[in-house]
């Protein structure tokens, strides 16, 4: 080969290893911008106390904004609010949803349309469904109606701090089971017919189908459901704001509620910024240990 075959083959190779590139750098940009930036902005402002009207005259006071959260003890009512909320809603929508999607797996006319109903909820405002959940959990509200219609002694649902927390995680739940259900259906229609077929074939019931066959295809599905879901369950905000507003007497504040409060009422964006960051922390832990026990679980069935 001589060298003017060779300069256009290196040059072809080059713009090949570069296209990929290309390609990601509009999401990579966009990632950079709205996601790294912000955080690690957060991180800088929390080490600040923060003056909203002038960043040059913030005063730099270290550690101490994380030193308060330490010491806030509703702080740690959020927290354990929020973990709370997180261990409320995730197993039912795991077992629910894995549920729907066995019973909608088998093929029937109006599956299609059992689809749609199971989804709906997902994509209807939180906002809306907020609103509707705190009239059905009213002092009046149907919630109590049903549970006795005299209303001799209504249930104040939203007036004391477990009480309230159900009444969310209902929500959550009602919200979120949809989410779950399609992830899982995906998951189980790409198990190949044949697995099953020789398991039938060998012997196997309904039951040890499921947990020989299906369950450890669907295991990676299973820890991304569970992964998305603490997450999205110590990032609860909305209906916690609505239904509640984190009262009584900031009972029922989770994380991000206490946030908003400390940072756009307050106007103490220092000390919301640590939040925020002790907040990231917590996630990331609690998503890397997730993360961890699956990869064990793997490799053991391996």
């Not at 109903?117 to 959990?137: D, E, G």
């Not at 998951?187 to 040890?208: C, H, K, S, V, Y």
């Not at 909305?238 to 509620?257: D, F, K, R, W």
């Amino acid at each position: 080969m001589t060298r003017r075959e060779a300069a256009p083959a290196a040059g072809g190779a080059s713009r090949q290893a570069l296209t990929p590139w290309l390609f990601l750098a509009p999401g990579l940009v966009l990632f950079l911008v709205a996601i790294i930036y912000p955080i690690l902005n957060a991180a800088q402002m929390s080490l600040y106390d923060w003056n909203v009207l002038s960043a040059a005259s913030s005063k730099f006071i270290g550690f101490d904004n994380y030193v308060r959260a330490f010491h806030d003890p509703i702080f740690w009512t959020a927290l354990a609010n929020s973990g709370a909320y997180m261990v409320l809603t995730v197993p039912p929508q795991i077992i629910l949803g894995l549920g729907l999607a066995l019973l909608l797996k088998a093929k029937s006319p109006a599956q299609p349309v059992y689809r749609v109903l199971f989804y709906l909820p997902v994509v209807t405002s939180w906002v809306v469904v907020s609103l509707l959940f705190k009239y059905l959990f009213a002092d009046q509200g149907l919630i109590n109606w049903l549970m006795d219609p005299s209303m001799a002694s209504p249930i104040s649902w939203l007036s004391s701090r477990w009480a309230a927390m159900i009444a969310i995680a209902a929500l959550g739940i009602w919200k979120g089971i949809g989410w779950s259900m399609m992830i899982f259906l995906a998951a189980l229609q790409g198990i190949p017919a044949a697995l099953e077929e020789a398991a039938t074939m060998d012997g196997a019931n309904r039951w040890q189908r499921f947990r020989v066959v299906s369950l450890p295809a669907i295991w990676p599905a299973m820890a991304f459901v569970l992964v998305m879901l603490v997450i999205g369950g110590f990032n609860v905000f909305i209906s916690v704001l609505l239904m509640t507003g984190g009262g009584p007497a900031q009972a029922t504040e989770v994380v991000l509620t206490y946030l908003y409060s400390v940072a756009f009422g307050d106007l103490d964006f220092g000390y919301g910024s640590a939040i925020a960051v002790l907040l990231t922390l917590v996630v990331f832990v609690l998503a890397m240990i997730q993360l961890r026990v699956y990869r064990t679980d793997e490799e053991v069935s391996e």
